[in-house]
């Protein structure tokens, strides 16, 4: 089923509206003072290339992603940001395919990802690439032999053409003089960029980062951003990043998405994050709860909403398996102490399930 009034993909047109977000410093300003905010203005950017639709998904019936509604729109360079845990990594696997929703819709071009037969995923596949946090590249192949890879399992072009076409993404991220080398002979960062052009291989229209920055040293991270940056400005990419570094989100976003324990906090410009973080102390016990969570988050403070809500979990409940409805059952514990033990007995519960370190 293609999305309700969807006229499909408006990248295929050629059609990019990069850019389209304005001036940086008024908008922080105003949004220094920010509401909740609105639903964005989507009439100018055309339909969305990926569109999630109330998704939920849950892994041993606790919801990890809870009622997600995120429109990516065509060219644009979607952050996704959240503490660890609260679902990025999944919202990302599930755009990809990769996880099914139990609930909610899932539009990629128009069309609705857990309708498409295998055939038809596999093409919609092709369309975009996925940069993993590892590179995730073949270990016994050189770097062209990975990025050669997928051109020879979707195109049917000549082994000199692919050769071509490998040399100029290898060049795209600088590793054009490496090619020949394996991934066990460069560096994590090299790794990352490798990853890179083998994500660009196909030419897609969107591109998946899950961490791009993380466990890089400044100077390649900010060499990553700019290539994120060049892709969407100049090539027209649309881009969806995972990221916990602030200073390369702030880079490289138009649009901003937080995520917070499965539920989507607020999506907005990058603007609106960037008055949230600029917010003054003195201002900012004014805010909402929820932008105050925010605030804490994108300055990396250690005081604020995230830090007490963390505190405020009982320990000793959590040791002895008091817990929430809606969390999972507990793993048996490595180190169980006789406290726990006799919990566990009063519940009922056998003594082989206890392991002592
Ligand atoms: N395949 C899986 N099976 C069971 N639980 C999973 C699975 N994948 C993720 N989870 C759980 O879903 C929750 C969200 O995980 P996810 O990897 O999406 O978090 P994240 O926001 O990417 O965190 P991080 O910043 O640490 O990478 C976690 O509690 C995780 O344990
Ligand atoms: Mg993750």
Known sequence: MRR????GCPVATGGVP???IGGVSAAAQAATNAQPPSTPASASRGEPVISCRNLVKRF??????????LDVYPGETMVIMGGSGSGKSTLLRC???TFKPDEGELFMFGENVAELKPRDLDDLRKKFGILFQS???FNSMTLAENVALPLQEHTDLGSEIVDIQVKIKLELVGLREHAEKFPAQISGG???RAGLARALALDPRVLFYDEPSAGLDPVTSAEIDRLIVALSKHVGVTSVVVTHEMDSAFTIADRMAMLDKGKMLVVEKRE?????????EAEAGKLPEGQQLIRQFLRGDAEGPITRRRASTNYQDDLLG?????EPPPEPSVVATRRVRRSWRRRGESADQEQES
């Not at 008091?322 to 809606?326: D, S």
């Open 135 to 137: 590179g995730a590249l």
């Open 322 to 326: 008091v817990r929430g409805a809606a």
């Open 272 to 280: 609106w994050f960037d008055g949230i973080r600029k917010t003054g």
């Open 95 to 97: 755009m990809i395919g």
């Open 190 to 192: 090299m790794k990352k």
């Open 18 to 20: 990069v850019g389209y």
């Open 60 to 69: 041993d019936g606790r919801a990890v992603l809870d009622g997600i509604n």
């Open 4 to 7: 309700p009034g969807g006229r």
